[in-house]
């Protein structure tokens, strides 16, 4: 027999009445107006997710750079819903943008989780990188970073897992930048980042007859995003709610 156990006896009359019964039940304050009616992902700011926008600067730059020069560019990813769609709004924006670039999932049997330095060797094994960019991982890779840097490669890391701390300060790998939040999903992180990097060309593009990445396509990968929250089960408030 199913038992069902009632967290209140209360019958609601209207919505409001409803509204206040779930978030009693949920032990949510305060947030009525942003739960049912979050902004607009498009308006998020880098500082409400806590993303440092001096090393976003950086991060495009490189970016630039690595198009500029005709670089090739691996995208580190994850093998879990989260990893797999970060890798793919990340692989999206660069591949529009013009970039020679690849995602690379790693082996769950055969590499293990996140940048290991035998996932680095498979990608070797294939060709060379300029740049490897984390998505969705990284951020405790503190050896096989700085293999890669040993190798000659430049490494940008994206991650939304709790770093390393050391006196009460985060301690991050040896890596070129690092673009970093705990309050979002791995994919949101890499959206944000590619959010901006759509934003960054579309001025450029404007002022020297650049091909224009499409303005719409941070929105239209929003359904990914969707998809990593609800798979990485970060609390739906705030940005994620978005």
């Known amino acids: ?20 019964i779930l978030f009693d039940n949920r032990k949510i304050k305060g947030q009525l107006e942003t739960f049912f009616n979050p902004i607009n992902p498009m308006d998020i700011t880098l500082k409400e997710v806590d993303l440092d926008e001096k090393q976003l600067k950086e991060i495009i730059k490189r970016i630039k750079q690595a198009k500029n020069n005709k670089e090739y560019i691996v995208i580190f990813g994850d093998y879990d819903a989260d990893g797999i ?51 969705d991982n990284g951020i405790v890779a503190n050896e096989p970073v700085d293999y890669i840097k040993k190798l000659g490669i430049d490494v ?4 939304h897992h709790q770093p390393e701390i050391e006196e009460d300060k985060n301690v991050f790998p040896n890596a070129d930048f690092v673009f970093h939040s705990t309050k979002l999903c791995g994919a949101t992180v890499a959206w944000m980042l590619s959010r901006e990097i ?16 499409s303005k719409d ?7 990914l995003c969707a998809i990593a929250t609800i798979a990485d089960q970060v609390k739906l408030f705030g940005a994620n709610r978005s």
Request: glycine content about 4%; charged content about 30%.
């Open 1 to 20: 027999h199913m038992k069902w156990s009632l967290k209140t006896k209360k019958t609601p009359k209207n919505l409001e009445e409803l509204k206040k």
């Open 85 to 135: 769609c970060a890798s793919a709004i990340l692989w999206q924006t660069l591949f529009e943008m013009g970039c020679d670039v690849k995602p690379f999932i790693p082996h769950r049997q055969n590499h293990g989780y996140g940048v290991s330095i035998k996932a680095i060797d498979t990608i070797m094994a294939d060709k060379k990188p300029d740049l490897i960019i984390t998505v």
């Open 156 to 159: 940008i890391i994206t991650d």
């Open 198 to 213: 759509v934003k960054a060309e579309n001025k450029v593009a404007k002022d020297d007859d650049q091909k224009i990445v």
């Open 217 to 223: 396509l941070p929105e239209k990968m929003l359904d």
